[in-house]
């Protein structure tokens, strides 16, 4: 088993290489010690929150599952709307800001949605809704699901 320092060390290289659904994955289970290991858990939280929406999107994608990819970045984007602020606040707002960007290509490339819609979508609170729209831009934009 490594040492808490070890593990602590290698989720804050993991972050600064982009990689931070592994450093989500280092940290997830210790026990965090102080404030800066609180803001490496935060910072890790808000980043692979939504790395995992677009991980999973590229994933569907290749499967041809295009439901589930359009459902991904739509989380995605609604998760990176939803922490900006706490982005800020622990100095990651420019790195959630490009995979906000990355996500609002997509949409609007692979689904002709616009950031507003998808916005929109995501804070629908009836899920069958949701799911109504979702299919509804699938077929607006001529996608077979």
Known sequence: ?????LV??????????GDYLEAYSSLEGIKI?????????????????VDYEID????????????LALDSLICGLGRANANKAN???YAVGDRLTVMEKEIVESLSTQFNVDKEEALEIY?????????????????RAGIPY
Not at 124 to 135: K, V
Request: with cysteine; proline share 0%.
């Open 33 to 49: 010690k102080g404030e800066d290991e609180e803001a490496l858990w935060m910072k890790t939280q808000i980043l692979a929150c």
């Open 1 to 5: 088993m490594l040492s808490h320092g």
């Open 87 to 89: 982005a800020d606040y």
């Open 8 to 17: 602590v060390s290698g989720a804050k290289k993991s972050i600064d290489s």
């Open 123 to 139: 804070a629908l609170r009836r899920r069958t809704e949701y799911t109504h729209r979702l299919y509804d831009f699938l077929e």
């Open 56 to 67: 999973c999107y590229h994933d569907f994608m290749e499967e041809q599952r295009y439901d």
